[in-house]
């Protein structure tokens, strides 16, 4: 079956753009999260959505940052006024939680962001 | 906080021979989950691995197997019969059930012929 998949795979912009990207997890999982991979703060958390839970923000970096998922599926993670130091590898992945146990999170392939 | 802690930037082994990645974390829960993560140039997270903390038998997958020590808090991964295609960064990671993972700053793996 397809897995977690990314738009767009690259992105450069320009310091201060905004731009938006894309998640669309495993059908019928319930749970998506996002990470930042960076060189210098290696694999970070940002946001977790799970169910019709309200989501935990706790990783966002800044009020920059802003995630929604759409209808329990599709996610996208907006940062505005992009800064240099935005300049990672985005990386989403979802799981099925059974609430409790163990749900393996599947990764998609990431977006890297270059912020010129 | 719970942290975790890879030691070694960057290993090296030839092929068919045996690594040993490190990864210690640190926690004040009993219940949780270990992981090591590969993810080759592609950027794709691939699951090697997992160790659930109440087991106290070490987690075995083919070539992969780990070493781990809960009251030292230490999670090795051992890759047997090293391969090519093992070259990749691998990533230690710790979460509770339904959260978050909490990644290590990764090790670069290279394998030699």
């Known amino acids: 079956g397809a897995g977690v998949s990314q738009s767009p795979s690259n992105k450069v912009t320009e310091k201060g753009k905004d731009v938006e990207l894309r998640c669309d997890p495993i059908?019928?999982?319930?749970?998506l999260y996002w990470y930042r991979q960076s060189l210098g703060q290696g694999l970070e958390f940002l946001i977790y959505?799970?169910?019709?839970?309200?989501?935990?923000k706790s990783g966002l970096p800044s009020d920059r940052f802003s995630a929604e998922r759409t209808g329990g599926s599709v996610s996208t993670l907006t940062i505005q006024r992009t800064q240099q130091e935005d300049s990672a590898v985005y990386l989403c992945?979802?799981?099925?939680?059974?609430?409790?146990?163990?749900?393996?999170?599947?990764f998609g392939p990431g977006t890297r962001l270059t912020v010129l | 906080a719970q942290t975790v802690t890879q030691s070694q930037p960057e290993m090296s082994v030839q092929e068919a021979e045996t690594v040993t990645l490190s990864c210690t974390y640190d926690t004040s829960e009993s219940d949780y989950y270990l992981f090591w993560y590969k993810q080759p140039p592609s950027r794709q997270m691939i699951l090697v691995i997992r160790?659930?903390?109440?087991?106290?038998q070490n987690a075995t997958e083919n070539r992969f197997s780990v070493n781990f020590q809960k009251a030292a808090k230490s999670f090795s991964l051992k890759i047997s019969d090293s391969q090519l295609g093992d070259a990749a960064m691998y990533f230690c990671a710790y979460s509770k059930a339904g959260t978050a993972l909490i990644f290590g700053k990764g090790t670069t793996l290279s394998v030699s012929s």
């Open positions: 992945a979802s799981s099925f939680h059974l609430g409790g146990s163990y749900n393996e999170q599947f």
């Open positions: 160790q659930e903390a109440y087991k106290q």
């Open positions: 059908s019928g999982h319930t749970a």
């Open positions: 959505f799970q169910g019709n839970s309200a989501p935990d």
